[in-house]
């Protein structure tokens, strides 16, 4: 079936840092491909989202690309806040007639003054 | 705007009592659905519902049972509570099948 794999946490990065949150997917379709993020004591909140091949999704100065060929939707984020604490849920949904979300296991992300 | 809204925040149980928690959107939205999430594992969809009168298992459904009288509502009923249920419960809405999910702000459920 649909899986979704993301790089283990925690990640601990001071601020300004670079970031990246790796993320591949198997699925037997073409997928719509989604990052939520979830602040403590929160629901999960949509980051970005890409439906189809090459195209990148982008928000709040995070950025991920679709690659078919990697199978791949990696996080990436060109220098971090301290707001930026919380964790990170890697997401696909083949749409049709479910639409239901097939998540990673959530990538905590800390970030230091 | 209230998007989803989860009542209670918090409960905690005894094994074997009853309850509902409650999950209503002012989205008009179709899709409704019922995640659990429990430590390091990610969401896992218990019940979802396409539309009102409509609803289906999701990957988890042992234990619970759902209904969608209203295209605004969608309860989840826990019959006889176990400690496995122990965890943080999570209603979502969408418009249609392929758009993004809206979250509510969970409920936290302890058995015990």
């Known amino acids: 079936g649909d899986s979704v794999t993301q790089m283990e946490g925690p990640v601990t990065l001071s601020e300004e840092a670079f970031l990246t949150i790796n993320c591949t997917y198997t699925a037997t379709g073409y997928p719509s491909l989604f990052w939520y993020v979830q602040y403590p004591g929160e629901g999960l909140q949509l980051l970005l989202k890409?439906?189809?091949?090459?195209d990148k999704g982008s928000n709040k100065g995070f950025e991920a690309t679709y690659r078919k060929e990697t199978t791949s939707f990696h996080l990436e984020k060109g220098s971090v806040q301290v707001s930026d604490s919380a964790v990170y849920f890697c997401?696909?949904?083949?749409?049709?007639?479910?639409?239901?979300?097939?998540f990673g296991k959530g990538t905590k992300l800390s970030v230091k003054p | 705007n209230a998007g989803v809204t989860q009542t209670p925040k918090f409960r905690i149980l005894k094994i074997g009592q009853s309850m509902t928690l409650q999950c209503a959107q002012d989205?008009?939205?179709?899709?409704m659905y019922w995640y659990r999430q429990d430590p390091g594992m990610g969401l896992k969809l218990i019940y979802y519902s396409v539309g009102a009168g409509i609803t289906d298992k999701g990957e988890v459904p042992n234990g619970y049972n759902v209904s969608r009288s209203t295209t605004e509502d969608f309860p989840l009923r826990l019959e006889l509570a176990a400690p496995s249920q122990t965890s943080v419960y999570f209603c979502?809405?969408?418009?249609?099948?392929?758009?993004?999910?809206?979250f509510g702000d969970g409920t936290r459920l302890s058995i015990l």
């Open positions: 989205m008009n939205h179709n899709y």
């Open positions: 979502a809405s969408s418009l249609a099948g392929s758009q993004p999910q809206h």
């Open positions: 890409a439906t189809k091949a090459d």
């Open positions: 997401a696909l949904s083949e749409g049709g007639s479910q639409g239901n979300l097939i």
